[in-house]
């Protein structure tokens, strides 16, 4: 599928960029082999959505699950981060995109957690669009973080303003979720950001995950009937 003008641009798109180990595996290679591969494709995908007009894009890099892996596949993901946090963020600043991080990244190390935060600091100076990357990060963890934020404030009751300024970030409701890799499930993925989302699932691996395959995802977002409730 080509690009075209799609009548309706998701504002905001969440990607679960499942796959990696399964690439990797296909051409007999160690999981990592499919994460670098997947790193690989965060650039162009992002550029593909920017340019046709979305505004923030979360990415799901590494939930607080995935520490449960083998010691051996989160070093490789942790030093792959590191350059990978570079790039991206020199990118970012290049490119007038602001940089934003979900999840408690202080678990990933002194090193890592100090190059994300002097990116996130370095690309306040821009508004949009947004790149949120998700990292070590939970919705029922951002949400119990939230609510302890609202009692040491010293609310006594909840409504949804107040738990939305107590998220890691202020971002709009996600509009699209892309999960690629066949899954479909959310795996503790923006769940309060997810509550009006269009759920779109691919069998594509995400190292396969291509420009072609963002139009067909955004032109079956297009066709979407959203209602919100109403009729
Ligand atoms: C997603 O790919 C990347 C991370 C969770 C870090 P996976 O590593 O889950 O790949 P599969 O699902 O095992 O193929
Ligand atoms: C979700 O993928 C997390 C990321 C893509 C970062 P997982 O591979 O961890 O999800 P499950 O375990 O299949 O639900
Ligand atoms: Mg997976």
Aim: aromatic share 10%; with cysteine; net charge positive.
């Amino acid at each position: 599928m080509q690009k075209n003008n799609f009548a309706v641009i998701p504002r905001h798109v969440g990607i679960i960029m499942d796959g990696n180990g399964r690439w990797a595996s296909a051409r007999g290679h160690k999981r990592s082999f499919g994460h670098k591969h997947g790193v690989k494709n965060i650039l162009p995908v992002a550029k593909t959505l920017f340019e046709s007009g979305v505004e923030y894009l979360s990415l799901y890099a590494f939930s607080t699950e995935n520490f449960m892996r083998p010691k051996e596949e989160i070093e490789s993901l942790v030093e792959l981060l590191k350059n990978a946090i570079k790039t991206h963020g020199e990118k970012c600043l290049k490119k007038g995109v602001r940089l934003v991080v979900s999840g408690d990244t202080t678990a990933f190390g002194k090193d890592l957690h100090d190059i994300i935060c002097d990116y996130v600091e370095r690309t306040k100076i821009y508004a949009k669009p947004v790149v949120n990357i998700c990292l070590n990060y939970g919705a029922r963890q951002e949400l119990c973080r939230a609510f302890n934020l609202m009692l040491e404030k010293g609310a006594t009751c909840a409504n949804e303003e107040l738990v939305e300024e107590c998220l890691f970030n202020s971002l709009p409701p996600l509009d699209l979720i892309i999960r690629t890799g066949g899954e479909q499930r959310l795996s503790n993925f923006m769940l309060w950001q997810a509550s009006y989302a269009e759920l779109y699932f691919t069998d594509r691996l995400w190292p396969d995950f291509t420009k072609e395959d963002c139009y067909e995802a955004l032109s079956w977002f297009s066709s979407r009937k959203r209602r919100f409730g109403k009729v």
